[in-house]
Structures are given as structure tokens and as C-alpha cells.
């Protein structure tokens, strides 16, 4: 999987946008609404990445089973991971990763 596949299948969630906040290597894919993020892809040494939210207990459990899956780069190490794409994680668990932090980043509705 390349970094336009990669954003191109972040977009595929509901109201969401493609940002470059930092720089050209940076993509923020982000709620349109609320403007939240909930992937960052970008190329650290050679190798492609996604920073994605992550329930916590959920995080440590992930980081344990895949190599690939480590604190996140540049962000909050208990809230995000960083996985590296290409390496040991399967294409539908990086998918479900992927939607995990969708849903821990969009709006709630209201109480």
C-alpha cells in the first residue's frame, strides 16, 4: 500500500478531509466538522506511517502482538500509535485500526 492508497481509504469515512497542516510529507486526514484528527501519514527513514488514536489498554495490547505497532512518533505515546505500513500488521487489522481511531475521534452526539 502507497500514502495516496492509504489517504484515498481514510476518505472513504464519512465527512472527513485530506489537510497538510506541517508540510507536504504530513497528511492529517480529519473530521470536517469537528476538524479532529484521526490519522497522520507520512515517511520517517524510507517507510511509510500512519499515527492512529487508540484506546489505551487497547495500544499496549497492540504494541505487544505487532512489531510494526510502537508509541507514536511526535504525538501523545498513551493515545497513539504509529504503525509502520509494510511490516508485520495485516491489511484488516491496520483497516480496523484505522476505524478505531475514526470513532474515538468524531463528534458524540449529544447526551
Known amino acids: 500500500m502507497d500514502k495516496r492508497n ?7 469515512y464519512a465527512d472527513t478531509l485530506e489537510d497538510y497542516p ?7 486526514v480529519r473530521h470536517s466538522g ?4 484521526f490519522a497522520f501519514i507520512y515517511e520517517r ?8 488514536k487508540c484506546d489505551p489498554m487497547k495500544s499496549d ?21 504509529t504503525v509502520t505500513i509494510g511490516g508485520d500488521v ?7 485500526m484505522i476505524r478505531h481511531s475514526y ?6 452526539g449529544k447526551r
Open 34 to 37: 469537528s476538524k479532529k484528527n
Open 103 to 108: 470513532e474515538l475521534t468524531k463528534k458524540k
Open 61 to 81: 495490547f497492540l504494541r505487544q502482538i505487532y512489531m510494526s505497532v510502537t508509541p507514536a512518533y511526535h504525538m501523545n505515546k498513551e493515545h497513539w500509535n
Open 22 to 28: 506541517f508540510d507536504e510529507n504530513w497528511t492529517a
Open 6 to 12: 492509504l489517504i484515498e481509504y481514510c476518505l472513504t
Open 45 to 52: 527513514d524510507g517507510k511509510l506511517c500512519v499515527n492512529l
Open 90 to 96: 495485516p491489511k484488516a487489522e491496520l483497516f480496523e
